[in-house]
Nanobody, 115 residues
C-alpha cells in the first residue's frame, strides 16, 4: 500500500510559477515510476510528466520546456516545477505511483491559472 499526499496547488497569474510536491508513505526506491496527471473540467485525465526509479523522464508535449519533474529520494518526494503557466494548465493535478501491478493515486490538488 502506498499513500500519496500532494501539496503546492493554488491560484497563479498567467506566466507565473508553482511547485507541486508529492510525498509518498514508502521509499520511492521501491516504486517503479511516479508521475503527475491532470484533469480539467469535462476532460479526461492526462499524463503531464513521469519519472522512473532510474530517473528517466517523460513529458506531455504541451508542457515540454515549461515543467520539470524531479525526485528527492531522501524525502520520498516527487516534485513538479511548473513555469510559464497558462490558463489551459488549469486542472486538478494528481500524483501517481506505479508499483508492481498496482497504481496508487493522491487526492489531487487544484491549480488555477487566471488573471
Amino acid at each position: 500500500q502506498v499513500q500519496l499526499v500532494e501539496s503546492g496547488g493554488g491560484l497563479v497569474q498567467p506566466g507565473g510559477s508553482l511547485r507541486l510536491s508529492c510525498a509518498a508513505s514508502v521509499s520511492i526506491f521501491s516504486i517503479d515510476a511516479m508521475g503527475w496527471y491532470r484533469q480539467a473540467p469535462g476532460k479526461q485525465r492526462e499524463l503531464v510528466a513521469s519519472i522512473t526509479s532510474r530517473g528517466s523522464r517523460n513529458y506531455a508535449d504541451s508542457v515540454k520546456g515549461r515543467f520539470t519533474i524531479s525526485r528527492d529520494n531522501a524525502k520520498n518526494t516527487v516534485y513538479l516545477q511548473m513555469n510559464s503557466l497558462r490558463p489551459e494548465d488549469t486542472a486538478v493535478y494528481y500524483c501517481n505511483a506505479a508499483k508492481g501491478w498496482y497504481d496508487y493515486w493522491g487526492q489531487g490538488t487544484q491549480v488555477t491559472v487566471s488573471e
